[in-house]
């Protein structure tokens, strides 16, 4: 079965830093883009992040987000990540890794992952 | 304020049918392909519609969707109580090199 599992979320103060992993299973991530998006409390959908598959290293980032978070990969271990630092009250989100399938569509999501910005 | 504009809300009785629509511009609707989503509060968004008009594997055929110009629509027939969720559209923005989504709209099945 294919699926993605988020961890790596928590309480963090303001400035702070944390990183989110996404571990794909039943799928292999090299084959495929994959994106990190993010839902406020009470929200809607906001993309933060794109990175290409295989050895291909394009990535794009949200403005409200590029400079301070960064996404990579590890192949050996079939998972992505989500590097985020100078956090921000307003990076208040539950955060989800996606799968690219076609064209921008989305077909295996993560449960998402809690990030709480607060003082 | 989101790049795709979708009403906030629609509402229509169960065996009825509610269109969603989803309004963007050149740089976006109207030179990419759309997907479409829905979620169930507290739920992931499940795809329901990819490249502009194509149902998802699994998707029952109560949906529908097209796109015109810069503008997108999901059709719902038939109703029933389980369709109550958020709908997103989304698709790519060549000006800002991204990933956008509409604001979603909360479907309420009376």
């Known amino acids: 079965q294919e699926q993605l599992v988020e961890s790596g979320g928590g309480l963090v103060k303001p400035g702070g830093s944390l990183r989110l992993s996404c571990a794909a299973s039943?799928?292999?991530?090299?084959?495929?883009?994959m994106n990190w998006v993010r839902q406020a409390p009470g929200k809607g959908l906001e993309w933060v992040s794109y990175?290409?598959?295989?050895?291909?290293?394009?990535?794009y980032y949200a403005d409200s987000v590029r400079g301070r978070f960064t996404v990579s990969r590890d192949y050996a271990k079939n998972s992505l990540y989500l590097h985020m630092s100078s956090l921000r009250v307003e990076d208040t989100a539950v955060y989800s890794c996606?799968?690219?399938?076609?064209?921008?569509?989305?077909?295996?999501w993560g449960q998402g992952t809690p990030v709480t910005v607060s003082s | 304020q989101s790049v795709l504009t979708q009403p906030p809300s629609v509402s229509a009785a169960p065996g009825q049918k509610v269109t969603i629509s989803c309004s963007g511009t050149?740089?976006?609707?109207?030179?990419?392909?759309v997907s479409w989503y829905q979620q169930v509060p507290g739920t992931a968004p499940k795809l329901l519609i990819y490249e502009d008009d194509k149902r998802f594997s699994g998707i029952s055929d109560r949906f529908s969707a097209s796109k015109s110009g810069t503008s997108a629509t999901l059709d719902i027939t038939g109703l029933q109580t389980g369709d109550e969720a958020d709908y997103y559209c989304e698709t790519w923005d060549n000006s800002l090199t991204g990933v956008v989504f509409g604001g979603g709209t909360k479907l309420s099945v009376l």
């Open positions: 039943g799928f292999t991530l090299s084959d495929f883009y």
């Open positions: 990175i290409s598959n295989g050895d291909s290293n394009t990535i």
């Open positions: 050149s740089s976006n609707i109207g030179s990419r392909y």
């Open positions: 996606a799968r690219d399938w076609r064209h921008l569509a989305m077909d295996v």
